[in-house]
């Protein structure tokens, strides 16, 4: 059976049964909040097309939380929790995990500490046991502590040789700058050395407990055993996180950074400001992404860079929507004798969509193209449901919002899509190209 770790997370995770109710989500998702005893809740949505229970956790509290000089605490945490927990040592618990079938994993992000549980209906007691430990009995195992972070800073290094990642880095850093958005999340080599077994255990006890912790549960699990599964898997959490607070970034734009490569080829990265999620303008801005760059074959920046003219072989834009941030992204990766050239011609079409707008056409095509889609990036297995039914709490969007998602994206006027580019795209944005000097 295959082994799943952290970095196998999404398609041990999110590889998932299809949910047949999922089709139509305006009426068939039905969603039911269930309370456990232990002051654990969680939104559930039963579903027995397939014998499989779901659940999707998060916590509040990523990488933020990394103390300076010790980042990549919480990449490094994410690794260990198949690495041994209660009475199973490392071998133990993963030849547990394999016995039932059992897929078990943590991410991390910058605001969040993801993790999740897929388990057939008839192992989920052995399931939601193994879970338990993981998020209150780790072992933090010396040996298995240093594996990981050996295989971790293996991939760092092969991290910093690829011209997405420097500029990647080199654009939050410019962003973000003395704010904790701006640090390296994975960590360094060189952070990564100076992280203990004690740092590791002190996060783990900051960062898992009830006050911060977000709950999804999809599948063949009725609203009475959801509860008694809430007080098992969670029921010994502490009662409060000890959170660092984070404030809203000020972000900086206006600048142009060149880093050189050896690399025959460039790669472009550019940011804007955005909304933040809760900000009612961020349906329009997010249609204005869509077209600029965030609708791939169909995004001005496709047809005008790649299409027209092969200029580029990836192009394009994304909203980005942080808890204390959000800033629109482009990028791109060309030839780098054409990189000047595709750099003039994002901006044209960045300052053109900002002076005129999109057409009726384009948004139209946009609006059904976002309400169209989401069902099917999002609500066609059970593991994807239960990821949605997390944001949806994490970003308060309301357990209503599949009902009103489709109504309020059709609201979004021209004129206020018109408007967002006016205030977003007219801003000279901070402006990063990685490769070889005098491209």
């Known amino acids: 059976m295959i082994r799943f770790r952290f970095l196998q997370f999404v398609l041990a995770m999110f590889v998932a049964f299809p949910v047949a109710t999922a089709a139509s989500p305006s009426h068939a998702v039905e969603i039911k909040q269930v309370s456990g005893a232990k002051g654990v809740s969680a939104w559930l949505v039963e579903d027995y097309s397939v014998p499989i229970v779901t659940i999707a956790v998060s916590f509040e509290g990523g990488s933020t939380q990394d103390p300076i000089g010790k980042e990549g605490i919480a990449s490094l945490l994410a690794t260990l929790f198949d690495e041994g927990a209660g009475p199973y040592d490392s071998k133990a618990f993963q030849a547990r995990t394999e016995e039932f079938g059992v897929s078990l994993g943590y991410s991390w992000g910058r605001d969040q500490f993801s993790g999740g549980l897929r388990v057939v209906k008839d192992d989920s007691a052995q399931g939601f046991e193994l879970m338990r430990l993981s998020l209150t009995q780790l072992l933090f195992d ?44 994975q960590g360094t080599a060189q952070t990564l050395d100076t992280i203990s077994r004690d740092d590791l255990v002190k996060q783990f006890r900051r960062l898992f407990a009830k006050n911060n912790l977000t709950v999804a549960v999809v599948g063949a699990i009725s609203p009475e055993e959801t509860a008694q599964m809430l007080d098992l898997v969670f029921g010994e959490l502490p ?21 050189e490569d050896t690399g025959t080829q460039t790669a472009i990265a550019m940011a804007l400001p955005g909304p933040l999620r809760a900000e009612k303008s961020f349906f329009a801005a997010y249609l204005m992404n869509h077209i600029l760059g965030g609708g791939s074959f169909s995004s001005r920046l496709y047809d005008e860079i790649r299409e027209k003219r092969g200029l580029a072989y990836s192009v394009g834009s994304s909203l980005a929507t942080l808890d204390h941030a959000a800033y629109i992204s482009a990028s791109s990766g060309t030839r780098s004798d054409k990189a000047e050239e595709t750099l003039a011609l994002m901006r044209s079409q960045i300052a053109r969509l900002a002076a005129d707008g999109p057409t009726t056409g384009e948004l139209d095509a946009a609006k059904k193209f976002v309400i169209g889609s989401y069902a099917i990036n999002n609500l066609d297995t059970s593991a994807k449901i239960a990821r949605a039914l997390i944001s949806m709490q994490t970003e308060k969007l309301g357990i209503d919002y599949l009902v009103r998602r489709g109504d309020l994206i059709n ?20 402006v990063v190209m990685v490769g070889p000097r005098n491209s």
Not at 152 to 175: F, H, M, P, Q, Y
Not at 239 to 259: C, N, S, T, Y
């Open 142 to 185: 010396p040996a298995a502590i240093n594996r990981m972070r050996d295989s971790w800073k293996a991939g760092i290094v092969r991290a910093e040789n690829d011209a997405d990642t420097k500029a990647a880095d080199a654009l939050r850093e410019s962003l973000f700058v003395g704010h904790p958005y701006s640090r390296r999340g």
């Open 411 to 430: 609201a979004v006027t021209l004129e206020d899509v018109k408007a967002v580019a006016r205030k977003y795209l007219t801003v000279e944005p901070t």
């Open 239 to 259: 009662q409060k996180a000890e959170l660092e607070p984070v404030a809203p970034a000020q972000m900086q734009f206006g600048k142009r950074i060149d880093v």
